[in-house]
């Protein structure tokens, strides 16, 4: 295939080892003398820890160590880091910035527990078994504290922190204030609607694990772990932790079963195994459960906001302003003031907004920590505006295609600077939408609903159309080694975690230098043998991580023209490369890559490149829903979804559906089942357990309609525009979007993701009470919900 790799749907090549049972995960890896892990978490969201007794724990039967907070802070060991995203970002504006910004965390805690899971004492023992057994013989005195796990209410909750009485962490804005005060006094009608982003236990396929060793002989820690980001997990646990040089700690990373965002940020699990190695002089593996995932995970989403479009009379948008809650947990974690404040900037959307005003409140609740996930801020962003756009649609009477039409941006306006300062240099998205409806059958929707409604049940069509901002933030280093043998081999610093990295980077090696892709192969995930990487996060893997290969494979053929042209009896001037061969330019004599590895002897040489983007990309789709809604019970069943995208040149089609299959999942999960649930007195996770926490499954999803209307990203060299987040910005205002067109017949306005059968039930319930209409004798609306809508 060689050169002509670049947009061919090749399989991936790692798919072979895993459909084998030859994939290799974090709790397949076994040492000599390994020792076993257990923590034990805190029952209460908020309480004094009065005193742990271990003594019984220590003795008991394979007990290698019991360690409390205590001793952590005996070895004078630091900390988590909190977020600095806004510091490091933005500076500190005046009026922003962190109200309080908690010390650094440590991963035993001390003197309080803040939420259900917290991390109170670690047990090592030869056994699992005898680690857990031993585990229930700690006895903790608490002293019950009030808890709030409420976003909207944690202002004025009782007190995660004794230093944030109002339970305020951060303040955070954006925009020209003036710009839309003014322009909201002069609006023809203001549209307003309050939104809630639910919280959301990200379920990754693989639990969280850790393997931690230590040689004193070397002084050198090596973690085993699953992490998008080795190095800078390497750099945390050695500087902020450990307080070692970085070169004393060695993060090794195999197969990765899903992350999302979860696993790029440091756990208490990461340090607790090394620092128990070294005490104890042997391998200590933790391998978490599913329920300390539901407790301890960093979570997502969870954000209360307010948005208001001002429109002129014709119905053009003047400006938009959004007020957020976002919450934060109990802690703040690396990255989490990230999603609420940094990718903001999706709430322009794909329409013409002269002025854009958001401010953002960080509040600390009793809870689990929140952090990224898939797309980071950007499908909190989207769904305000979509949600906004359909609200305003109903409000003035206008059809909501009709009012989109208004607003689009056209390819004539670009490059065009949204009111959140961003530049838009590509995309045509009037064309995309009406791609979109066209592939959605639009047309004959209103045949399609009649035909639902002769059946008793209610249908509704749902659009969301995004744009969103990727690959801007960071830059990232690739390398390209030629072996004797004429393969080539990548080392690079992203990491996947199921996107299949060792399949996209071969086929773009390839493409570049010529080879069929089966001959290069992929090293991520050691931070000993990869040099650097910023690691795996915001579409970046490819966009970036790709980029700095193609300028490490360039480097590649101008390191080996020499070689070449000394093998040809050439002077380098007359030789060209061109489809894996160096030939003399006018003549047919010419050598390949196997050619040239074998004149190497033992050496290897050496291609490096890196880039970092100077602006942005922005990658952009329509997503169209269509769901109908069984009025008896509530149950939702989402019968199409077409998704037209733009995400530039496309390096592998098979590969990018993939992203987004998963992507509409994980979008169409939180709008209609995912939901992370507390008791409102005690704190108490009630969605502890994957019997009460609902993820889709495949069976809740129909054939996925997609297709690609691609215009090149101008600022990237290769013109790709990045797609892993795409499917999760529009799947979830999508579907909520059609099934509040599905219940408008039945006079419902107003419903908060997830939209749970029981959800839905009700609302009908409350809607067709409050409708205008005759009812047929003896027709009184339900007082109870049916049994089989709450199955």
């Not at 006094?185 to 060793?213: D, M, P, Q």
């Not at 300390?292 to 002129?312: C, K, P």
């Not at 043998?485 to 570049?512: I, P």
């Not at 004149?599 to 829903?625: D, M, Q, Y």
Request: glycine share 12%; hydrophobic share 40%.
């Amino acid at each position: 295939m060689g050169a002509n790799a670049f947009g061919q749907p090749l399989t991936r090549k790692e798919d072979a080892r895993f459909l084998t049972g030859r994939g290799r995960y974090t709790a397949e890896i076994v040492l000599p003398g390994q020792s076993h892990a257990v923590m034990l978490r805190s029952p209460h969201a908020h309480a004094r820890i009065l005193s742990i007794e271990t003594r019984a724990a220590a003795q008991a039967p394979g007990v290698l160590a019991v360690l409390t907070g205590d001793d952590w802070s005996a070895d004078r060991l630091g900390g988590i880091p909190p977020g600095e995203s806004l510091i490091r970002l933005f500076g500190t504006p005046e009026g922003q910035g962190y109200s309080f910004r908690p010390p650094p965390r440590p991963p035993l805690a001390r003197d309080k527990v803040r939420h259900v899971g917290d991390t109170v004492a670690m047990v090592v023992a030869e056994t699992l078994a005898e680690a857990r057994d031993a585990a229930e013989l700690i006895e903790v005195e608490y002293e019950p504290l009030p808890a709030g796990t409420d976003t909207a209410s944690a202002i004025g909750a009782p007190a995660v922190w004794d230093e944030a009485s109002d339970n305020v962490c951060f303040r955070w804005s954006a925009g020209d204030g003036a710009a839309v005060e003014a322009a909201f006094s002069r609006a023809a009608r203001i549209v307003r609607l309050n939104v809630v982003n639910n919280r959301i236990h990200v379920g990754a396929l693989e639990t969280r694990g850790a393997l931690g060793e230590y040689d004193p002989a070397s002084r050198r820690y090596t973690l085993h772990t699953g992490t998008q980001m080795p190095h800078g997990l390497k750099k945390e646990l050695a500087e902020d932790l450990f307080g070692v040089a970085p070169d004393r700690l060695r993060v090794l990373v195999a197969d990765v079963g899903g992350s999302f965002g979860i696993k790029n940020a440091l756990y208490p699990e990461q340090a607790l195994v090394l620092w128990a190695a070294r005490r104890i002089g042997r391998p200590v593996g933790w391998i978490g459960e599913r329920i300390d995932g539901f407790l301890s995970d960093y979570q997502a989403r969870d954000n209360v906001s307010v948005g208001e479009l001002a429109l002129d009379g014709d119905g053009k948008i003047l400006a938009l302003r959004v007020r957020s809650l976002a919450a934060v947990g109990a802690y703040l974690a690396p990255e989490g003031q990230l999603s609420p404040t940094v990718n903001t900037p999706a709430l322009a959307g794909v329409y013409r907004i002269p002025c854009i005003e958001v401010a953002v409140t960080g509040v600390f609740t009793n809870t689990a920590p929140t952090s990224v996930y898939r797309g980071a801020g950007r499908p909190e962003a989207v769904y305000v505006i979509e949600r906004l756009i359909e609200q305003a649609a109903r409000e003035t009477g206008l059809d909501s295609l009709e009012l989109r039409r208004r607003n689009l941006l056209h390819p004539s306006a670009l490059p065009f600077r949204t009111g959140l300062g961003l530049v838009y240099d590509s995309g045509d998205f009037p064309a995309m939408l009406e791609h979109a409806l066209a592939r959605a059958d639009h047309a004959g929707f209103a045949v399609r609903r009649a035909a639902s409604a002769a059946r008793g049940r209610l249908r509704g069509f749902g659009i969301a159309h995004y744009c969103e901002r990727v690959a801007g933030a960071w830059g990232e280093s690739g390398w390209v080694e030629l072996s004797p043998d004429g393969r080539a081999t990548v080392l690079t610093g992203t990491m996947s975690n199921g996107q299949g990295h060792e399949t996209a980077f071969a086929q773009l090696v390839a493409d570049r230098l010529g080879l069929d892709p089966a001959d290069v192969d992929v090293v991520q995930g050691d931070t000993d043998r990869v040099p650097s990487g910023k690691g795996t996060g915001g579409s970046a893997s490819l966009s970036i991580g790709g980029a700095a290969l193609a300028e490490a494979s360039d480097d590649l053929v101008r390191k080996a023209l020499p070689l070449a042209a000394e093998a040809l009896e050439a002077a380098p001037i007359d030789v060209a490369f061109a489809e894996g061969r160096f030939s003399i330019v006018g003549t047919d004599r010419s050598v390949g890559w196997r050619d040239l590895g074998r004149r190497l002897g033992p050496e290897r040489l050496e291609g490096v490149g890196s880039w970092k983007p100077e602006t942005p990309t922005f990658p952009n789709g329509c997503h169209i829903a269509e769901v109908e809604i069984d009025r008896e019970t509530g149950h939702t069943s989402l019968v199409s979804y077409t998704m037209v995208h733009d995400f530039g040149r496309v390096l592998n089609p098979l590969l990018l559906e993939g992203q987004l299959q998963g992507g509409v999942a994980q979008g169409v999960g939180q709008a209609a089942m995912e939901h992370v649930v507390h008791d409102p007195v005690s704190g108490q996770v009630l969605s502890g357990s994957l019997m009460d926490y609902q993820l889709p499954r495949a069976a809740d999803l129909p054939a996925l309609t997609l297709e690609t209307l691609a215009t090149p990203a101008p600022s990237h060299p290769l013109g790709i525009k990045g797609c892993g987040e795409a499917g999760a910005a529009g799947g979830a205002p999508a579907t909520i979007n059609a099934i509040l067109d599905a219940l408008a017949a039945v006079g419902v306005a107003k419903l908060d993701m997830p939209a749970t059968p029981e959800r839905v039930w009700r609302a009908i319930a409350e809607g067709e009470t409050a409708l205008p209409r005759v009812r047929k004798d003896g027709e009184l609306p339900p007082k109870v919900m049916p049994l089989e809508a709450a199955r």
